[in-house]
């Protein structure tokens, strides 16, 4: 089955960039997409297709995918952006796949 | 706009049978997929299944297969996920999903604001 790893948390001072990754085998060949999720709340897309937003979601965010690795990147990060982040990737043989999630810390 | 309204939450006992809804409003209810997705306390995003309420397509995440029930009635734009006999291991708050297919995979872009569901003695 195709996994998707995450780091636990990454913490990014106030105004600085955060980097997100998401690490699977070969996921560059893969589209990726992106959730949001605050606490007490439902996740929210922040980015489809590697690198594409819908609409109302900032242009600090934006999305990286290749080789082995995703990347989401938040720049000039907020306190609003705290957050959980999920990526998520669509495989032949596990279907839908969900990776473990990444708490960001503003500091 | 568009809209998923999940229904309100429930407290069960193990054993006891449930069935919870997403209502979809403001979009074409039977031209899009809806998936179910499990969120335990304290963790991560779990598939569970995905239906077309166009034709009652349904596929279940290998996981989930025999656990739950996934259905939808079109009439009244209503996707719904069922258990019929619950455990404690189900308590989780379980969010419903539009789902946007394309060539090579799918991704959730409008989310319900999610069902808690307590499953205790």
Known sequence: SYEL???????VAL???????CGGNNIGSKNVHWY??????????VIYRDSNRPSGIPE???GSNSGNTATLTISRAQAGDEADYYCQVWDSSTD???GGGTKLTVL | EVQLVQSGAEVKKPG????????????????????WVRQMPGKGLEWMGIIYPGDSDTRYSPSFQGQVTISADKSISTAYLQWSS????????YYCARVLRYSVGYYMDVWGKGTTVTVSS
């Open chain 2, 86 to 93: 619950l455990k404690a291991s189900d308590t989780a708050m």
């Open chain 1, 15 to 21: 105004g600085q960039t955060a980097r997100i990754t």
């Open chain 1, 96 to 98: 839908v796949v969900f």
């Open chain 1, 36 to 45: 949001q999720q605050k606490p007490g709340q439902a996740p929210v897309l």
């Open chain 1, 60 to 62: 600090r965010f934006s």
């Open chain 2, 16 to 35: 006891e049978s449930l069935k919870i809804s997403c209502k979809g409003s403001g979009y074409s209810f039977t031209s899009y997929w809806i998936g």
């Open chain 1, 5 to 11: 790893t995450q780091p636990l948390s990454v913490s």
